[in-house]
């Protein structure tokens, strides 16, 4: 078993929201810097950073994740991850479908920049990450699920698209058995407003859309990696946050 920093929900140049310099070289850089040893790229509706972010993760020695933060028909945010780049990526394609095509206008809402393992550009998305989806909440936890995944509520202790700011409950019936705080410390406020939540698995994640965001070594998770692999690691985490290791 070995313990590993992480930051699970970080932005790319693909997402609109975030700066241009949030190339998958930069984000593994930075990541390295700050001494994180798992960290998952999780733009807004889109994966298609990820190989370029595998690219450059490996050769800092990072363990990278494939992800992705969906919104939700209900207009909730939600972290998606995958045990491998194959099946984020065919999570990629079904949500691209599902996306309610409205153009990107970059001047207003940001570039969408999909990059290669030279970190340059090699396209530019034209539809807006940033829209909900068709997809409900039942229907992305059992999609994900089936490509081998885990999703759970994004950054719930913060109003724009929390699942708590929009519907006003962490309804006990939700199948997810995880959830994200933005702030760690918050764990006790909403703890002891939704007590169910104690019972499930929390991670703190920067949601960082800059360099200077993306968290430093301070949150853990132990795992078994022998014998060890990236892949390893990677499916490792998705069976903790799916509520394995009991």
């Not at 001047?107 to 909900?132: H, K, R, S, T």
């Amino acid at each position: 078993m070995t313990k590993y920093s992480y930051d699970l929900h970080i932005h790319s140049c693909l997402s609109p929201c975030a700066d241009d310099d949030m190339t998958p070289a930069n984000i593994a850089g930075m990541s390295a810097i700050q001494g994180l040893g798992i960290v998952a790229l999780t733009d807004h509706n889109s994966a298609k950073n990820c190989p370029a972010f595998f690219h450059h993760a490996k050769k800092h020695g990072i363990v990278p994740i494939a992800g992705m933060e969906l919104t939700t028909a209900e207009d909730i945010h939600l972290i998606c991850l995958f045990p491998t780049l194959e099946s984020a990526l065919e999570f990629d394609r079904i949500v691209s479908a599902k996306l309610f095509k409205i153009k990107n206008k970059a001047a207003i809402f940001g570039n969408q920049f999909i990059m290669d393992e030279n970190d340059e550009i090699a396209a530019v998305e034209e539809n807006l990450l940033i829209n909900a989806t068709s997809i409900d909440i039942e229907g992305a936890f059992h999609t994900v699920r089936s490509l081998g995944g885990v999703c759970y509520p994004a950054h719930i202790d913060r109003e724009s698209n929390g699942m708590i700011a929009v519907l006003g409950d962490f309804p006990s019936d939700v199948p997810f058995v995880s959830f994200e705080l933005n702030d760690g410390k918050n764990f006790t406020e909403y703890s002891e407003r939704f007590p169910h939540i104690k019972e499930k698995r929390y991670v703190v994640s920067s949601d960082a859309h800059n360099l200077w965001s993306i968290s430093e070594a301070e949150n853990f998770v132990t795992l078994d990696d022998e014998p060890y692999s990236s892949l390893k690691v990677a499916s490792e985490l998705i069976k903790y946050l799916g509520g394995g290791y009991e």
